[in-house]
């Protein structure tokens, strides 16, 4: 009790930004669909979001060697509150999408900040039950950020208020805290072909994770509105994707530290074509049966990323890893910049269920591409165990440094 009191002004502005930062994506794709937006258009927003994410990611160690933690914090949370009120000024999708760069720099950014914050103060011992604790909250966060959506107005001032509101109310319980800001982490330095070099089945995999959960985020509320889903619908329709993914960590763990990854990966994207086909094929059947696709698709595609994660922690050495979780995020970065336009453009072309054809292809791909290594290589030696990471900031490897130990 003694340690979550301790960090409870860091988890609360968790909470606080993953509620104001996870509404605005799918609000942008229902505001923008009112506005007449193009779903090129569309896709290019949530495209911008992970430009300006990636760009957060790397300027925040620089900016907190600088300012300090605090006031580092604040000025990316004022990014993602400029970003949010300045919706309703400008309806221009362009605009729009450099609106979302800011707040995907104000996630980035703020994540960074508090996982430093964290490091600094977990120990050995304390490690396990924080960490629990801060995807518990970042998970409950996401979800509370989904159900939001049923209640906010499309392209409405009030609705972007409510969220800068809340962007804003981050703020309080970190700058008001009485805990001595950490020393402030190097940055770890971008090394992309280091994680080509231990494992190209992991890049794959993080890539493919990045195409199935980018793609679902940021364009899934166009395909809800193009299958007839209302907003309070899509909401649950988004919540149900979070959720089966939360659920699916613990068993899919259990299956990865006691099986060759690589099956494990293998399976999951099998898995995975079934449910993209399935969620093509009930998309006009009525909401529950979307409702049962979405929770059935993240279920199946959510635990990807970990599992690819751990995998690749498997070839590396202790003092490769914090740069090894930077690479890996740069690979993510990169297939969640592409996914969501390229999505939306297919929609536009053939139709709703095209969205999920795509996923399903990158998913068969990475089965293919599974095979194809299991071939070439054997399995590892060593084994790390597998933790449920969260995408947050390239510092999240220093957190969980002691976990990937083998």
Not at 347 to 369: E, M, N, R
């Amino acid at each position: 009790m003694r340690l979550l009191v301790s960090f409870a002004a860091l988890f609360l502005s968790i909470f606080l930004l993953q509620i104001s930062s996870g509404g605005v994506g799918p609000l942008d794709v229902l505001s923008g669909t009112v506005l007449g937006f193009t779903n090129s258009q569309i896709g290019l927003l949530g495209s911008a979001h992970f430009f300006g994410f990636f760009i957060g990611c790397w300027w925040a160690p620089r900016l907190m060697g600088s300012i300090g933690h605090s006031r580092a914090f604040a000025a990316f949370t004022a990014s993602g509150a400029i970003g949010l009120l300045a919706h309703m000024l400008i309806l221009d999708p362009y605009a729009w999408a450099l609106m979302r760069v800011a707040s995907g720099l104000c996630v980035a950014g703020c994540y960074t900040v508090v996982e430093a914050w964290l490091q600094s103060k977990v120990t050995n011992e304390t490690r396990g039950r924080a960490m629990g604790s801060y995807r518990m909250v970042d998970m409950v966060g996401s979800l509370c950020a989904q159900m939001i959506i049923g209640f906010l107005e499309p392209a409405h001032y009030v609705s972007y208020n409510l969220l800068a509101l809340l962007c804003c109310a981050t703020l309080l319980p970190l700058t008001l805290s009485r805990a001595v800001e950490p020393v402030t982490p190097d940055a770890p330095r971008l090394q992309p072909l280091m994680a080509w070099t231990k494992s190209p089945l992991a890049v794959a995999g993080v890539m493919v994770a990045a195409v199935s959960s980018a793609s679902f985020r940021m364009v899934g509320p166009l395909y809800g509105t193009e299958v007839g889903l209302r907003a309070d619908q899509i909401a649950y329709f988004l919540s149900a994707f979070v959720l089966g993914g939360a659920l699916a960590q613990l068993p899919v763990g259990w299956l990865a530290d006691r099986y060759d990854r690589r099956w494990v990966l293998i399976g999951m994207s099998i898995a995975a074509l079934p449910a993209c086909g399935f969620t093509i094929a009930v998309s006009g059947m009525g909401t529950a049966a979307v409702m049962g696709a979405a929770f059935f698709f993240g279920l199946m595609t959510f635990p990807i990323y970990s599992i690819s994660a751990a995998h690749a922690h498997d070839w590396a050495e202790d003092h490769e890893r914090v740069e090894l979780s930077a690479a890996l995020m740069f690979f993510y970065a990169l297939g969640a910049i592409v996914a969501p336009l390229l999505t939306s453009n297919l929609i536009t072309l053939y139709g709703p269920g095209a969205l999920f054809s795509f996923i399903a292809a990158a998913h068969l791909g990475l089965v293919v591409f599974g095979l194809i290594r299991m071939r070439r290589r054997a399995s590892a030696t060593t084994r790390a165990p597998y933790v449920w990471v969260p995408r947050t900031s390239f510092l999240v490897g220093r957190i969980f440094r002691r976990n990937h130990r083998s």
